[in-house]
């Protein structure tokens, strides 16, 4: 008899639903959705360009006019001092020295000028580069008679889907039908233990 009802128990076990968590996706109803922005600073460099002036010293080209001039000079002088074979030799010597006194007078008044000019120089300064972007939406949704919130990326429009996970608050353990609690009293089973369903 024993056995019976146990193979009896085990099968109305197995068609009862099995006591787990169950999560399915249901959607809930949009309240309200409020762009959410925030400013950010993107510093830039911003260049111009400046022409600054300054002085330039230039120097002086040198001329070969006095020597050639002082040059001719010395070598006719020598030629005219020298007498027989060294007029040849005094009029060379003539020519050098000619030719030195004749460069150092023309060049020595020759001086250098100095003028100024203008060059271009870019000037470049870090400035703020404030910026109002998107920051997402605060949605704002009721589910089951409740209302929640939470920031998206994205308008989701009239429905949000939402992900349900249902539970029991507490877990019920059923007790063993093959002990000795139960009795047999005037052909009745008995237990000391009663089941409580709630379906």
């Keep these: ?103 150092r007078v023309d060049n020595s008044n020759r001086n250098g000028r100095e003028h100024v000019e203008s060059r271009p120089v870019e000037r470049c300064v870090t400035v703020d580069n404030w910026q109002t972007v998107s920051a997402g939406y605060l949605v704002s949704y009721e589910y089951n008679g409740r209302q929640y919130s939470t920031l998206m990326n994205q308008d989701p429009g009239r429905y949000i889907p939402v992900q349900v996970q249902v539970k029991p608050s507490r877990y019920v353990t059923q007790a063993s039908y093959n002990d000795d609690n139960w009795r047999e009293d005037r052909g009745r089973k008995h237990h000391q233990y009663q089941d409580r369903h709630y379906w």
Excluded: K
């Design 1 to 103: 008899m024993r056995q019976t009802l146990l193979l009896g128990l085990v099968a109305v076990s197995v068609s009862l639903p099995a006591f787990a968590d169950d999560d399915y996706e249901d959607r809930a109803r949009v309240i309200s959705v409020t762009p959410q922005t925030e400013r950010v600073n993107t510093p830039r460099q911003e260049c111009h360009t400046e022409y600054v002036r300054e002085s330039v010293y230039e120097q002086p080209q040198r001329s070969v006019s006095g020597a050639i001039i002082g040059g001719i000079a010395g070598g006719l002088l020598g030629n005219t001092i020298g007498r027989g074979n060294g007029r040849i030799a005094a009029a060379a010597v003539g020519a050098g020295l000619g030719a030195l006194v004749g460069d």
